[in-house]
């Protein structure tokens, strides 16, 4: 089958911007490389192997360290007597306030259950019931009870469990401890591999490449652009840095969802801050003020259980109303019982930061915890690149809008992987033998110092964080842009960049990631979903019921435009039949 062309308007393979990083000293050829070892990374890497391609996962840490690991709520899908794949869509739809894309949607729901159920079969052990039905539990957005878990509130960590022993089993080749720089291309502009750097090698300058026609870009999220997250310290915009740099698309990424229920652990707490999951909220615990009064009530008819971005909302305007910095998770009649079954993981952490949840109510805020948007792709997982896919929490598949609902983020991850090796099977895209250009062809990005990653989260926490509007956003660009320019500069002037190696590579992928949320942020000039505008407090379905689409340019400038529907745009030529 004849390989797709580049992108309309795609720039030349030798002008794109690339991290400043030695030349690659050895290398490793395969048919896929994926990028990342969660649940998205891990099924489409196994999926493909089934198929009979050979297969690299890289990964930035261990295998079992990502983002899936953390996931405490569990897995959506309509599994349960009654429920049904149209009231799981309907559910999704609502929650992403009229930016979804339905048939990724549909897609999603009806492909689900036997998604989870094919997850069983590969060794994920879910919480089942006396009679032997799964335990099926309740969040917020959810109008039924449609949520497996494992482990009570451990449902990441026995999907990565099941999937990691999966990956070894089948003795896939696997590179840990890497952090993946750029995009490999051929003259024509097609995916050709990955650059990446093994760290703990000895070596300051361990950067070697995977060379590969199919690149699966699993990376997860960005969380350390914010100060406090739920994210792992991994969670770096790797992914979607790389994605830009390659001149890809990238959507809604000012989209960010902030978990209402995250340990307070003091306003000056910064870094990974532990998950009090939305499940406890589903089994009946209450929000309520410093005196005891469930704040949520009146404010949407699920009260606790409404959306994210709602909870989120009332969470803030009572901070705000009552002058104080955080609120209560009050579930003391769970009983002690019912914690150590349900949640031993939570109560765990609650009681190693000197608070018992079994007899005092847990101090809560939000804190950031899922990027809804991502690099964008169609319902294949292919992004405007030829031979590029992603899945997972790095990919803007079109599934969650303007607002993630509760526990589709595993589904999606589990969904979507399995499309992207379907169709590297049955284009053949894996039977070309990539020529990749000598990265030596194009030029470096500038890197920041390390010191400049807590530059950027400050920045973006105080101008970019829950509470947005143009000042706080203009002045979190001028302020960014200042860092972008500092580096430029420093590169044009002497020909000096600050010392390759991970935390410079990662400060800058973050400075990067940054500057395209704070751009889209200031685009949409209104308040939907997760992205709460003070200045424009109202949904203008009118002028913004569509996509915010940013691609960086080679002069790593950004070009940002809305589309003209609310439709998401096809990742031409790329969805075209091979």
Request: net charge negative.
């Amino acid at each position: 089958m004849r390989p797709p062309a580049a992108h309309p308007g795609a720039a030349a393979p030798g002008t794109r911007p690339r991290l400043h990083a030695p030349a690659p000293g050895w290398s490793i050829d395969a048919d896929v490389v994926v990028v990342g070892s969660g649940v998205a990374g891990l099924t489409a890497a196994l999926r493909c192997e089934a198929a009979g391609l050979t297969t690299v996962v890289v990964t930035k840490a261990r295998l079992d360290d990502g983002s899936t690991r953390w996931a405490q709520g569990g897995i959506a899908a309509a599994l349960g007597e009654g429920d049904t794949p149209e009231q799981h869509l309907d559910d999704t739809l609502v929650a992403g306030a009229g930016l979804c894309d339905e048939e990724a949607v549909r897609i999603l729901v009806t492909e689900g259950p036997d998604a989870v159920r094919r997850l069983i079969a590969t060794g994920a052990r879910f919480d089942a019931s006396t009679d032997g039905d799964l335990e099926l539990t309740r969040e917020g957005g959810h109008h039924r009870r449609r949520i497996a878990h494992a482990g009570g509130d451990a449902t990441g960590a026995e999907i990565s469990r099941a999937l990691v022993e999966a990956v070894r089993a089948r003795g896939l080749r696997t590179v840990e401890n890497a952090l993946v720089l750029d995009l490999l291309t051929d003259a024509e502009g097609r995916t050709a591999g990955v650059t990446l750097h093994v760290m703990g090698e000895g070596q300051h300058d361990g950067v070697g490449a995977v060379h590969a026609p199919a690149v699966v870009l699993a990376t997860g999220g960005m969380g350390q652009v914010f100060s406090a997250t739920t994210n792992p310290a991994v969670s770096t915009g790797d992914g979607v840095a790389l994605a830009l740099r390659a001149g890809a698309e990238v959507s809604d990424l000012e989209f960010v969802q902030f978990h209402p229920t995250v340990l307070f652990l003091g306003a000056d707490a910064e870094g990974q801050q532990p998950l009090v999951s939305e499940a406890v909220r589903g089994e009946g615990a209450h929000l309520v003020d410093a005196d005891g009064v469930r704040f949520m009530l009146g404010q949407h008819e699920l009260a606790e259980l409404a959306p994210r971005d709602i909870v989120a909302k009332g969470i803030m305007r009572r901070m705000r109303e009552n002058d104080t910095e955080h609120m209560y998770l009050d579930a003391r009649h769970f009983g002690a019982e019912m914690w150590e079954h349900r949640f031993p993981t939570i109560l765990a952490a609650c009681r190693a930061h000197g608070i018992d949840p079994v007899t005092e109510p847990v101090p809560v805020a939000p804190a950031a915890h899922y990027a809804s948007g991502g690099v964008r792709t169609d319902s294949h997982g292919r992004t405007t690149v030829p031979g590029l896919y992603a899945c997972g929490e790095v990919a803007c598949t079109g599934v969650h809008g303007a607002n993630r609902l509760a526990s589709n983020s595993l589904l999606e991850g589990l969904v979507y992987a399995e499309r992207i090796a379907a169709d590297i099977v049955r284009t053949g895209l894996h039977a070309r033998v990539p020529q990749p250009l000598p990265t030596s062809q194009r030029p470096a990005h500038p890197l920041l110092p390390p010191e400049a990653r807590f530059a950027v989260q400050r920045i973006m926490t105080r101008g970019a964080g829950v509470l947005r509007s143009e000042a706080s956003l203009a002045e979190a660009a001028d302020r960014l842009h200042r860092l972008h320019a500092d580096a430029r500069d420093a590169l044009d002037e002497n020909g000096k960049t600050a010392e390759p190696g991970v935390d410079t590579w990662e400060a800058t992928n973050l400075l990067c990631v940054a500057r395209v949320l704070v751009a889209a942020a200031r685009q949409r000039e209104e308040t939907r979903g997760c992205h709460w505008r003070e200045d424009r407090p109202e949904r203008d379905d009118t002028a913004w019921r569509r996509h915010i689409v940013v691609r960086l340019n080679p002069d790593r400038s950004l070009a940002v435009r809305t589309t003209d529907t609310t439709d998401f745009p096809p990742t031409l030529p790329q969805a075209q039949e091979q």
